[in-house]
């Protein structure tokens, strides 16, 4: 899946573990985080049709109703799609 070697690879190389340490980067390290988040709730939905329970679980950790499948369109944010949060 070239999406999840792309999140790996940009959280590889941003390193907010690291980034978290100077104070001035606080900023740049939510964006990070955000970014990653998008992320992993994409890679998320494109599973679910094959590991339901998977994505029942982070739909209850991500405290989310309904992550739907016909949702995702690559390039496309989460924040962008149309999804209900508690």
Request: hydrophobic content about 45%; some cysteine.
């Amino acid at each position: 899946m070239l999406l999840a070697d792309n999140a790996n690879q940009y959280l590889d190389q941003e390193k907010p573990w690291i980034m978290i340490k100077n104070e001035e980067k606080k900023d740049e390290v939510q964006k990070v985080c955000t970014n990653a988040l998008n992320m992993f709730l994409k890679l998320t939905i494109m599973l679910k049709p094959v590991m339901p329970d998977v994505a029942s679980n982070v739909e209850s950790f991500m405290n989310s109703h309904m992550i739907l499948f016909g949702l995702v369109r690559m390039g496309r944010h989460i924040s962008q799609l149309n999804m209900q949060w508690h």
